[in-house]
Each structure stands twice: as C-alpha cells, then as structure tokens.
C-alpha cells in the first residue's frame, strides 16, 4: 500500500513520527511516503502530484495546520481515504469528520505503530 503522511510542522514529526514508522515494521510492509523527509539529493516532493496515486493518507493531527488542510483537501478531492491519527489530549478540529471517520488516538510512539499497523491490517 502507498501511504503518504501528512502532518503540522508544530510537531516533532522527525523524531515523533517519521522515526518510529521508518523503523517500524509497516516500513517493509508499505511504501511510506514522508514529505519533509531529509535525502541525500534535493528531491522537491509534491504533495498533489504523490497524493494522486496513493491509497492512503495518514494525517497527524495533533495540530492544526494551514498545509496540513490544503493537503487533506487534495487527498479527499481525489477520493484517497483519509485516517486521522492524534496524541491523547490534543484538541482535534470537528471539520475533519467531513472527509473522514476514521481516527486513531494514541498514547504514544509505540502506541500509534501498533494502532496504525492494526488500522491498516483491518483495511485491507
């Protein structure tokens, strides 16, 4: 499956989110798309052109975020479903339940793997 993930940059989504999913099992299984990932070569990745061809898009959204809006609406507009995932305690804007219903809440790092790894062995 081809999961891109999208997210605030108020996060720490280097070492909260794309760490743990880069060194987590789901990373053999799927092509994990993470948009703001360092590489070696300058590769400018954009968001609508991924967002077109993938399966899923994985939203963190612990914070709210302009980007990360902008985003979701392409992901909904070209019929790719949506999961939204978030800390315990955030704040989650009610909007979201327009372009999905599904959302995980996590405790933390292994939490949401294991949350996300089941999510999508149900998703199938």
């Known amino acids: 499956m081809k999961i891109y993930v999208s997210h605030s940059k108020e996060l720490d989504y280097l ?5 743990p ?6 990373n053999t299984e ?3 798309i993470l948009p703001h990932e360092v590489h070696k070569e300058a590769i400018k990745v954009v968001s609508r052109d991924i967002l077109r061809t993938c399966d899923l898009c994985i939203a963190e959204v612990s914070y ?3 980007g990360l809006g902008i985003e979701l ?3 909904d507009a070209f019929g790719c ?3 939204c ?16 219903e599904d959302f995980i809440e ?7 793997i294991e949350k996300i790894g089941i999510y999508l062995s149900t998703e199938k």
């Open 30 to 32: 799927h092509e994990i």
């Open 21 to 26: 999913l880069r060194e987590s099992q789901l």
């Open 64 to 66: 709210p975020a302009t």
């Open 73 to 75: 609406g392409w992901a």
């Open 85 to 100: 995932i978030y800390k315990s305690g955030s704040k989650v804007s009610g909007s979201l339940k327009v372009i999905t």
């Open 15 to 19: 070492d909260g989110l794309y760490r």
């Open 106 to 112: 996590y405790a933390g790092r292994e939490d949401m």
């Open 81 to 83: 479903p949506i999961v």
